[in-house]
């Protein structure tokens, strides 16, 4: 399997600031990324995906880069709804993988 | 709009087995598949496995392969996954989902189902 790691694994932010996390994988995945933020006793909701393409309804703010093994997830300012934990994911090979997630808390 | 409403709560003895149900609106059940997850406590989702609701045909995770049957009932658009032999690591929020085509990313979630597994 795939393996997939995020760092940080928390990081503390201010309403505004602009936010980046990387994921990389054990393996070349070409752009077979997705992002999803999760929010307390919910279930992953999807951001982006092909590593860079905005889910349905997502705002602007957040975007994406990256191809092979590194990627990032960058929110341009931060909103207070946006104090939670992201998880990747390829999608390159079965199983897809998740990597372990990253919170953003409250500086 | 597609929607996924799973089960609720279950909380079993180990050595047993549960259910959880996953029933699809919104869309042509046939015409996807479903893939089952789980998220055990401070950890990110593991893919479980995926079912056909076409034709049945099922891809499983080898880590659960030997206990694990996933079904789908057409005539009420519900997927079932069953987990055999349970063990207190299976204690997780067990959630179905919904790819968009065969993309491998989901944009569609069930609200999840938490299985407490106790000694």
């Known amino acids: 399997d795939i393996q997939m790691t995020q760092s940080p694994s928390s990081l503390s932010a201010s309403v505004g600031d602009r936010v980046t996390i990387t994921c990389r994988a054990s393996q070349g995945i070409s752009n077979s990324l997705a992002w999803y933020q999760q929010k307390p006793g919910k279930a992953p909701k999807l951001l982006l995906y092909a590593a860079s393409r905005l889910g349905s309804g997502v705002p602007s703010r957040f975007s994406g880069s990256g191809s092979g093994t590194d990627f990032t997830l960058t929110i341009s300012s931060l909103q207070p709804e946006d104090f939670t934990t992201y998880y990747c994911q390829q999608y390159y090979s079965i199983p897809g993988t998740f990597g372990q997630g990253t919170k953003v808390e409250v500086k | 709009q597609v929607q996924l409403v799973q089960s609720g709560a279950e909380v079993k003895k180990s050595g047993a087995s549960v259910k959880v149900s996953c029933k699809a609106s919104?869309?042509?059940?046939?015409?996807?598949?479903i893939s089952w997850m789980r998220q055990a406590p401070g950890q990110g989702p593991e893919w479980m496995g995926w079912?056909?609701?076409?034709?049945?045909?099922?891809n499983y995770a080898q880590k659960v392969q030997d206990r694990v049957t996933m079904t789908t009932d057409t005539s009420t658009n519900t997927a079932y996954m069953e987990l055999r032999s349970l063990r207190s690591d299976d204690t997780a929020f067990y959630y179905c989902?919904?790819?968009?085509?065969?993309?491998?990313?989901?944009?569609?979630w069930g609200q999840g189902t938490l299985v407490t597994v106790s000694s």
């Open positions: 079912i056909s609701a076409y034709n049945g045909n099922t």
């Open positions: 989902a919904r790819e968009d085509y065969s993309s491998g990313w989901y944009p569609y």
């Open positions: 919104g869309y042509t059940f046939t015409n996807y598949g």
